[in-house]
């Protein structure tokens, strides 16, 4: 199985660090305007999922999400959540803390596109 998302120490440190704090989290990866493109930290229910959204996977046990529009562009790339010192102008947890999640990509190799693309027909029946 290829992984949609994957986490830097740095950012497995942070999360750790917010899961202590806070309790639970889940993650949905921004589309842009006034949240900055990002990856961005929420307590459970701050935020609806539907059927615009699209599960990546999961990073420290918390779900990650990212609109179903943007993972059309995004879906050929692996998403890699790294940390930067600053504040990125989000509405995530990580903020008062002086950290933000970043977004770093590759792009997947043509066998793991290929196991994905499977993943996903096995997933629609097909």
């Known amino acids: ?13 942070l999360v ?13 990866q921004s589309g842009g305007c006034c949240d900055n493109s990002a990856a961005n930290c929420y307590l459970p229910g701050e935020i609806t999922m539907g059927a615009g959204d699209v599960l990546l996977g999961e990073i420290s046990g918390c779900s990650f999400y990212i609109g179903k529009a943007q ?8 998403l890699i959540i790294d940390v930067i010192e600053g504040q990125g102008g989000t509405f ?25 693309e499977a993943e996903e027909a096995a997933a629609l029946g097909k």
């Open 1 to 13: 199985m290829v992984d949609k998302v994957i986490a830097t120490q740095a950012a497995l440190d």
């Open 16 to 28: 750790a660090f917010l899961k202590q704090k806070h309790g639970m989290l889940m993650f949905h």
């Open 71 to 78: 993972y059309q562009y995004w879906r050929h790339t692996q």
């Open 92 to 116: 995530s947890l990580e903020g008062p803390e002086g950290k933000a999640f970043h977004t770093r990509s590759r792009v997947f190799n043509a066998a793991e596109m290929a196991e994905l």
